[in-house]
């Protein structure tokens, strides 16, 4: 797709001279707004070897090593549809976008007017879901980390932002209840700070699990939480699935989950990361087309970039939030050595039971 569009565009004669992204901005008359994307076109064609990169930062310059090649996106598609259909949500996800990338990059449409109108509601609805192939790794992965980070002896309070549709919450209901466990959770409060979302979740849980002892409730992550009902020192688990990384000011989200954790209560992020700095993930293609993923404060020792971290950048960003004893599961770090584009781990760290 991303070779595709790069034909669409008209880029190919310009990169085959070399070109900064700044210089292609200015010739097209682009919004500033466009530079976050078609830096990330080029540098994931630089990733994958099509072009050269010269620099860095904004005086980079990007230059073809050859032809570029025709991109074949309806075979890659099919290919992967015959293999399982459940990996179709991230194409039809992606294809919404792409029809409308030449009015963003003029400045005449927002990735969320694109992308969030209520017509398209239902991709995000597939999207973030369990029969999603891609996705459901980040809630199972989770889930499992949740299951591990309940305490021994007793029952579980449990608070999950940023919970969607509620797939993440089915997830861990569904691993629980593998193990006769459902009952190691006492109370299941979901936030959500999209209405729609919210709704179809509170109807989906209590539908599937009406055993889980489940609350429901409106948050917004980069606001006090216990002026929106959620209170300090009331959860054992913190639980969020590709949430935090989106968070406007991460230290001060982390702050208020830590807040709301008793002593010795974890908090368990399952997110998308990169195994090391500046790799572009091919997820990222339609989220940088989104101001909530992309508005965000940056840390250059915590937070270097908007979007996905590195493992490190998520030690680095809880310990400076008062968290210790972070784990990240997988290990994605070892595995990169043999394998760079596993992109999925449980980050969890622990509240001191002690105030530091």
């Not at 606001?223 to 590709?242: H, K, L, M, T, W």
């Not at 270097?304 to 971290?309: A, C, V, Y």
Request: net charge neutral.
């Amino acid at each position: 797709m991303l070779l595709k569009l790069v034909s669409d565009l008209g880029l190919t004669d310009v990169l085959s001279r070399g070109t900064t992204v700044g210089e292609v901005l200015a010739d097209r008359g682009w919004t500033p707004r466009a530079a976050i994307p078609v830096t990330w076109f080029f540098r994931k064609l630089a990733a994958e070897g099509e072009l050269a990169l010269e620099g860095s930062g904004a005086d980079a310059v990007y230059r073809s090593r050859g032809t570029l090649p025709a991109g074949e996106p309806d075979r890659s598609e099919a290919r992967s549809l015959a293999l399982d259909p459940r990996s179709a949500p991230p194409f039809a996800v992606v294809r919404a976008m792409v029809e409308h990338v030449p009015a963003f990059l003029r400045g005449e449409l927002s990735g969320e007017e694109v992308l969030f109108q209520p017509g398209k509601l239902p991709l995000w609805f597939d999207y973030f879901s369990n029969d999603n192939l891609l996705y459901q790794i980040n809630n199972r992965l989770g889930a499992e980390a949740v299951a591990r980070a309940l305490p021994i002896g007793r029952p579980a309070d449990v608070v999950e932002i940023g919970g969607g549709s509620g797939s993440a919450a089915l997830a861990v209901a569904e691993r629980l209840a593998r193990d006769g466990a459902l009952s190691r959770i006492r109370r299941y409060v979901f936030t959500e700070i999209v209405p729609t979302f919210l709704r179809r979740a509170e109807r989906t849980i209590r539908s599937r699990w009406p055993a889980l002892a489940a609350e429901f409730r409106k948050l917004d992550m980069d606001r006090n939480f216990a002026a929106q009902g959620v209170e300090p020192a009331s959860a054992d688990v913190v639980y969020a699935v590709n949430t935090v990384h989106i968070a406007r000011d991460l230290a001060a989200a982390l702050a208020r989950i830590r807040e709301t954790l008793r002593p010795g209560g974890v908090a368990v992020f399952s997110e998308c990361v990169r195994p090391f700095e500046g790799q572009p993930i091919y997820v990222e293609f339609v989220f940088n087309f989104l101001e909530n993923f992309t508005g965000v404060a940056t840390d250059p020792a915590t937070r270097p970039n908007h979007g996905f971290l590195t493992p490190e950048n998520w030690r680095r960003s809880l310990a400076a939030a008062g968290f210790e004893k972070p784990e990240i599961l997988p290990d994605v770090e070892n595995l990169a050595k043999h394998y760079d584009a596993f992109f999925v781990a449980a980050v969890s760290a622990r509240r001191p039971r002690s105030r530091p």
